[in-house]
């Protein structure tokens, strides 16, 4: 197939503007094309516009039927780009369908199989960005935020503003949709502020306050979220205003319910079902509109043809042709879907086997690194105990018996008293040091005070005034946890915090400690030089035995990291 194909200009030009214009002035525009002229590239280029209109009218049928057909001529004249393109916008449009209910993911992958080949950035960070949204609906969490990820790292090599904003957009989403994890859902939300505040529309502005508000409300917030709520409500929008109201009412219905506030609830729900008729209203204009053009069009063709009996018979015969031909194709059709059906199954099976293997392969590996942290920390505690139990008590004894000795000895010149008291400072502090170190082997969540006085003493002991402020946040911790759990979140912020000390030449950093009703959060921030990310491999600071410790615990690890910005670490832990 060719890479490009060449298009009339007005036509190309109104195909760039096709997915910012307004409905009616798009469909005005397109009514004065002299579409019956056009062949091949431009033909399909025509569908496809056409195809715009509809799908921002909600007419998903209508803008199916042009995407295939123009996907059939861009494949009869062999252009490569612009036949992956229109399989873009079918799946974009059987995706987003509120009654087409086929899988449309191979449109998907077909697109991506291609862009992947190429160079172009923007386009795959769009590819990837898709494949996101798909995996978050399909709820696969892994495959989500990796494309995410893939996604947000072109933009970033990019500059593009713009995606990264719809990026930190989706992944706070999943956060708060999938996962259930508003603090990380926020975090993600207020990266975006910087952006809004230099270049965001009205409506993007609408996104932030409404996910703002899921946040708060997962979290039980109220309050709060009613806040949130009521500035999107109360926001003029440039576009389709009845359904950014008709959106907020109804988040403002769910959350005045949740806090049994039900005459707010009331009022909420009568304005989500007022702008709801509203938008209907408009499309029911839409379409009546659409008729009545077709039907004008149609009348002016029949007052200009004057039908003749061998036309009529030529038509018949040829519907009679065209209308074998069809059930020819449909068959074909209906047994090439049957094959690939066939070696779909067989392609699953086959994934669903490597999956049980990497499963197993992977719970070994799991099993092995839990018996090897269990022997740490009992060598650990047998250390400290040998330390405190044989060693104390030896120095304890020989302290005892040197003070005898002392005593009975008498007529001592002054030179042997400050031997004596030399050598009784130096049992003394021989004593303590062996003490000190048996605490320290045994210290953390051991010495039974819990996990949040452990962090909390940590934090205190991290700090120097002039130097470094490390600020401890627990939020929702009424009960302790299971004590190994305990042992290995302790270990794990201890480690994240020398290395702070170590590498990150911080002068502020933060622990942030929530538990959730099934998840521990944790979020670990500093102000310092930061690393790239992409260095990670052998890093020096034990980051990747740190990932396996959370993988062990069925958890999430992720770094957010920009030389010369600091460091921020989420971990989340189900319980």
Known sequence: MKAVCQYNKSLWELKKRSGNELPAVLINEIKTLPYKSYKGADKALYNVILADYYESTNQDDKALTLLLEAKKIYKSIDSTAAFMDTNLAIYRV???SNT???????????????????????????????????????????????YYKKALKLCQELKDEQGIYVIYTNISGLYNGLLKQPDSAMYYLNKNLPYLQKHGTIEEKNYYLVNMAASYRIKKNYKKSVEYLLEAFNQKTERAEYGYKQASAEELYRTYKDAQDYKNAFKFQELAYRYSDSMK???????????????????????????????KVNKLITYATGTV??????????????????????????????????????EHELQIIDTMLEGQERERQRIANDLHDNLGSML??????????????KNTDPTDDVLYERTDELIDEAYHKVRRLAHDKNAGVMSGDGLIPAVKKLA????????????????????????????????????????????????????????????INIIIEDNGVGFNTATLTNDGM?????????????????????????????IDIPV
């Open 94 to 96: 059987i995706y987003y």
């Open 100 to 146: 087409n209910t086929t899988d449309p993911i191979n449109y998907l992958r077909d697109y991506v199989s291609y862009i992947e080949k190429t160079n172009n950035k923007d386009r795959k960070a769009t590819a990837y960005i898709y494949l996101a949204d798909y995996y978050q609906q399909d709820r696969d969490a892994n495959l989500s935020r990796m």
């Open 281 to 311: 209203e408009q499309e029911r204009n839409i379409a009546k509109n659409d008729i009545e053009s077709k039907y004008r069009a149609k009348e002016k063709e029949l007052e200009n043809k004057v039908l003749k009996t061998e036309v």
């Open 325 to 362: 031909s069809a059930a020819l194709v449909v068959i074909g059709f209906l047994i090439v879907k049957n094959a690939r059906r066939k070696e779909k199954i067989s392609h699953q099976e086959t994934l669903i086997e490597q999956q049980k293997m990497e499963k197993t392969l992977k």
């Open 396 to 409: 304890a004894t020989l302290k005892l018996n040197f003070e005898n000795l002392r005593m009975r000895k």
């Open 460 to 519: 205190e002991k991290i700090s120097v005034p002039g130097k470094i402020e490390m600020q401890f946040i627990p939020y929702g911790f009424n009960t302790r946890l299971d004590n190994t759990l305990e042992i290995n979140i302790f270990r794990t912020i201890q480690e994240l915090c020398t290395n702070i000390i170590k590498h990150s030449q911080a002068t502020e950093a933060s622990i942030q400690l929530t538990h959730h009703e099934d998840s």
């Open 542 to 570: 034990g980051l990747g035995a740190i990932e396996k410790k959370i993988e062990q615990l069925n958890g999430t690890f992720e770094i957010d990291s920009t030389p010369g910005k600091g460091t921020t670490i989420i």
